[in-house]
């Protein structure tokens, strides 16, 4: 039984990679330097995004909620009331303070980093990470989640052509460490 668990959020790794791929052709399209910014005529790739998007999120949570853990780096409760603080937090200080206008992508961010944080507190829970192992992925995903924001600051004061690429740069490294993730998945028989 533990191989169907295993294999769901193997499946909720591959949802997000297509979630990323979908999100990342919209951008491309609809934001491309020069042409005309059509993002509601492309907004139906967007589509496909959400229904990739809630389905990794369906297939994640039901998984890790299912896996038999030995013990864990955080406290469930800890990562997901960390995550909803640190987004009012960043939410206060991004509009307040530096006057960013507020978008979706933020909520995004701290999600993924949340929910990316918990498989690998599973993962290192059930035995297929060692501590540093485990340590060395939290720290690769705050760093990507870090660089997220830092795009999400630029990305309204940058020329056309670099928002074009700054845009994309969160899309890119969450794809990677999706796949980073869905690699470490190794459903024990």
Request: hydrophobic share 60%; aromatic share 12%.
């Amino acid at each position: 039984m533990q191989i169907l668990h295993f294999k769901e959020l193997l499946y909720g790794n591959l949802l997000l990679l297509g979630c990323c791929a979908f999100y990342l052709l919209w951008w491309i399209i609809a934001f491309k330097p020069g042409g005309p910014h059509e993002s509601g005529r492309t907004g139906l790739i967007l589509v496909p995004a959400f229904l990739t998007g809630i389905a990794a999120i369906y297939f994640t949570i039901r998984s890790m909620g299912t896996i038999p853990v030995t013990r864990a780096l955080f406290a469930s409760k800890t990562l997901l009331i960390g995550g909803v603080a640190i987004y009012i937090i960043l939410l206060l200080i991004t509009s307040l303070a530096f006057k960013r206008q507020v978008t979706t992508e933020l909520l995004l961010i701290i999600g993924w980093a949340v929910m990316a944080m918990s498989e690998v507190n599973v993962i290192y829970g059930a035995g297929q990470y060692g501590l540093r192992e485990a340590l060395i992925v939290i720290v690769v995903i705050a760093a990507a989640a870090a660089a997220a924001m830092v795009c999400y600051m630029l990305y309204y004061g940058l020329p056309e052509k670099s928002g074009y690429i700054d845009g994309m740069l969160p899309l890119i490294i969450v794809a990677v460490i999706t796949v980073w993730l869905a690699i470490s998945i190794r459903p024990a028989a």
